[in-house]
């Protein structure tokens, strides 16, 4: 039998260890009896969680595609105005900090 263990990758939103998510989650069905000595299909190591979060991330990812291909871009317009942005250029050891002139872009 096969879990789906998709919420397991909240752990990744908040920064916990993919060990602690596998420990927390294999632990839930041992106490209900669903893993035993016989049948440990149900015990989820940190490989599997890496799998099953590159699947959530990659479907999200399709998921957010879609959504903006569904929006349009109606018209990009260049309204002639000037943007100045800081850039730093290093020279051996010295750091020298230059504005670079560049055209303000408006949707």
């Known amino acids: 039998m ?8 909240v752990g990744d939103r908040f920064g916990v260890s993919d060990r602690a998510v596998a420990a927390v989650a294999s632990s839930f069905p041992h ?3 669903l893993i ?5 299909d149900l015990v989820v190591d940190k490989n599997k ?12 990812k399709c998921q ?4 903006a291909q569904a929006l349009p871009l109606k018209g990009l317009y260049f309204d002639g105005r000037k943007d100045s942005t800081l850039i730093e250029e ?10 670079a002139r ?3 872009i408006s949707y």
């Open 2 to 9: 096969r879990l789906g263990i998709p919420s397991t990758a």
């Open 49 to 60: 969680l890496r799998r099953e979060k590159a699947k959530v991330r990659k479907d999200l």
């Open 36 to 40: 035993t000595s016989k049948n440990s």
């Open 64 to 67: 957010a595609l879609s959504e």
């Open 102 to 104: 560049g055209t303000f």
């Open 90 to 99: 290093r020279v051996d050891t010295k750091r020298y900090m230059r504005k």
């Open 31 to 33: 106490d209900v009896g």
